[in-house]
């Protein structure tokens, strides 16, 4: 999984969308919780458990 790259365009709102093949690995559906951290100069995504 490493290795997949895609290129994605920020929103004049500064929304993304995550791919599809990205969302599917990491089995995230409509409504799901993601947490955004900076880690130098990485946007890292990761996906979130709320209980």
Do not use: H, N
């Amino acid at each position: 999984m490493s290795d997949m790259e895609q290129l994605v365009k920020i929103t004049s709102a500064g929304t993304i969308s995550i791919p599809k093949d990205f969302r599917r690995y990491l089995e995230l559906q409509k409504g799901d919780y993601i947490k955004i951290s900076v880690e130098g100069d990485r946007l890292v995504v990761k996906k979130a458990t709320i209980s």
